[in-house]
C-alpha cells in the first residue's frame, strides 16, 4: 500500500456528513483517554458528547479495554444460531436485573438501529403469537429517531432521514410536544404537553386498536435536538397503550446506561415499557452492540407458546452476542456498578443544569433543554441558511479544543458521566465565549 492510498480520504464514504466539505477540510481524532480525544497532532479535545452518545464511563477505560483483549485472545468469534457462549447468557442475565421489573429476557443486535428492528418484529410477532392477526400497525412520533433501518425510518419522524427511501405500510405518528412558545428554557421535563399523548386515542378511534401492535418512542428524543418528555405525557401514553392492550416499546438506545440518571430512563422517570431498545452506552461504544429487553409475557408467548417445534422467531444477526461485544458490555456495566456512574450522574445532573441555563441570554440562543446529563441550546436560524450557524459553532469549538454535536440549529451536549465540576465549567464556558462571538 502506498503512502498516497493510506491517507487518502476520499475512499471512505461518511455516514451523516457532508462528504465533501468535510474532505476539503478534514477534523480527524487520533487517540481518546478519559474526558478527552486527541488529534493527530496530540491536541486535546474535551469531549462535550461522549463521542456519540455513547462514551458514558469516559475513554479508553483499562477495565473495558483489558475485557476486550482478554476475550480476543480466547474467543475471538461464536455464533449464536443454534449455539453459544458463557458470557452472551450472562450479559443477558445482567441486564435483566438492571433493567425495570418484568423486563427479564434479551435479544442481541449489532446496534441501535438492528435492536429497534428487532423490537418492531417481536411486538408483530407477539400479536401474531396471540392470535391477534390484524395487530400489525404501528405508531411512532413526529421528530423521533430510531435508526436507519427501514422499520427505524419508517416509525421515526425525521423526515431527511426517510426522503427518497421506501417505508412499511401501515404507520402513523403523533406530533412531537416540543413547543419554545410554551415551554422555552423549561428545566427539566417542561410543565406543558401532557396532553399531546391523547392523540393516541384519537389515532385508535381512527383505526381501531384492534389494528394496532406497538407504539415506539424516544422517553427523551436525543438526535431530533434533546426533546424532553413533558410531566405526564410518558405516564399518559403507558396508560392508554394497557387499557387498549397495545405494546409500549421505548427507545433507549441514547437515554440508557445513565444519561439521564439511573440505568434508564424508564427508571429514572417512573415509567415502565414493555419493550426497551439499548445500545451505545451498553458496551460504553467499545464494540458495536444492540439489544432489546423483553417482558417475560412476551418471550413466553412467543417461545414458549410456540405451537410446533423448531425455530420460533426467524430474525438474528451474524453479530448477535458477539464475544467481544458481551466482553466489553459485562465489563462496562462492572465500571458503571463500581464507580457508581449512574448515581452520579444523578447527583451531578443539577450543577450541570445550572451550567447550562447560564447561556441564556447569548447572542441568538432562543432555547436551552435538559434532562440528566444532556442539554441542548437551539440557536436562531439564520434566514437565508438554517442550520449554519450551529455549523461554524461546532466547526468553532472544535477548532478551540471543545467536541459538540449539532442537530439542525441545535447544539446538542452529553458528556461522558465522569465529567468533573471543573471540566462543565470548562465546556460551558468554552461553549459561551464561542457563542458570544458567532454572529
Not at 480527524?28 to 455513547?54: E, K, N, Q, V
Not at 413547543?179 to 406543558?192: D, H, T, V, Y
Not at 393516541?200 to 383505526?207: D, Q, S
Not at 443539577?350 to 441568538?364: C, D, F, I, M
Request: glycine share 10%; aromatic share 8%; net charge negative.
Amino acid at each position: 500500500m502506498t503512502a498516497r492510498a493510506a491517507n487518502d480520504l476520499d475512499p471512505f464514504w461518511m455516514p451523516f456528513t457532508a462528504n465533501r466539505s468535510f474532505k476539503a477540510q478534514p477534523r480527524l481524532l487520533a487517540s481518546a483517554r478519559d474526558m478527552h480525544y486527541f488529534t493527530p497532532d496530540g491536541r486535546p479535545i474535551l469531549d462535550g458528547t461522549a463521542g456519540l452518545w455513547c462514551v458514558n464511563a469516559g475513554h479508553a477505560r483499562q477495565p473495558i479495554v483489558e475485557a476486550i483483549q482478554r476475550q480476543a485472545e480466547v474467543l475471538d468469534y461464536a455464533p449464536t444460531f443454534q449455539l453459544g457462549h458463557p458470557l452472551v447468557f450472562e450479559l443477558a442475565a445482567r441486564l435483566g436485573m438492571l433493567f425495570p421489573a418484568d423486563i427479564d429476557h434479551v435479544f442481541f443486535a449489532g446496534s441501535g438501529s438492528e435492536g429497534v428492528d428487532s423490537a418492531l418484529k417481536i411486538a408483530l410477532a407477539y400479536q401474531r403469537a396471540r392470535g391477534f392477526e390484524n395487530r400489525t400497525r404501528l405508531i411512532g412520533r413526529q421528530k423521533g429517531y430510531h435508526g436507519v433501518g427501514f422499520g427505524g425510518i419508517s416509525v421515526g419522524g425525521l423526515e431527511n432521514n426517510k426522503r427518497g427511501f421506501l417505508t412499511l405500510p401501515g404507520v402513523d405518528h403523533l406530533s412531537h410536544t416540543l413547543n419554545l412558545e410554551e415551554a422555552a428554557f423549561s428545566r427539566g421535563q417542561p410543565a406543558w404537553g401532557a396532553h399531546l399523548a391523547d392523540e393516541l386515542e384519537t389515532l385508535i378511534v381512527e383505526h381501531g386498536a384492534e389494528t394496532i401492535a406497538a407504539v415506539i418512542v424516544e422517553p427523551m428524543s436525543g438526535s431530533a435536538g434533546v426533546i424532553v418528555p413533558p410531566v405526564g405525557y410518558l405516564e399518559r401514553l403507558r396508560e392508554i397503550t394497557r387499557r387498549h392492550d397495545i405494546l409500549l416499546i421505548f427507545d433507549e438506545v441514547i437515554t440508557g446506561f445513565g444519561r439521564v440518571g439511573g440505568a434508564t430512563a424508564s427508571e429514572t422517570l417512573g415509567v415502565t415499557p414493555d419493550l426497551l431498545v439499548c445500545a451505545k452506552g451498553l458496551t460504553n461504544g467499545a464494540v458495536p452492540m444492540g439489544a432489546v429487553g423483553v417482558r417475560g409475557e412476551i418471550y413466553e408467548a412467543v417461545v414458549n407458546g410456540a405451537s410446533a417445534p423448531g425455530i420460533e422467531f426467524f430474525h438474528g444477526y451474524t453479530y448477535s452476542g458477539h464475544p467481544l461485544a458481551a466482553a466489553a458490555g459485562l465489563a462496562t456495566l462492572d465500571v458503571y456498578e463500581t464507580e457508581g456512574l449512574f448515581q452520579r450522574a444523578s447527583d451531578m445532573a443539577p450543577y450541570w443544569q445550572e451550567a447550562v441555563h447560564s447561556l441564556k441570554g447569548l447572542p441568538n440562543v432562543i432555547d436551552i433543554r435538559n434532562l440528566g446529563m444532556v442539554a441542548a441550546v437551539e440557536l436562531a436560524s439564520r434566514p437565508e441558511a438554517p442550520g449554519a450557524r450551529a455549523t461554524e459553532v461546532f466547526h468553532r469549538a472544535f477548532d478551540e479544543g471543545l467536541l459538540i454535536r449539532v442537530t439542525g440549529d441545535v447544539i446538542a451536549l452529553s458528556p461522558p458521566l465522569i465529567i468533573s465540576r471543573e471540566q462543565i465549567d470548562e465546556l460551558v464556558g468554552r461553549l459561551a465565549d464561542i457563542l458570544r462571538n458567532t454572529p
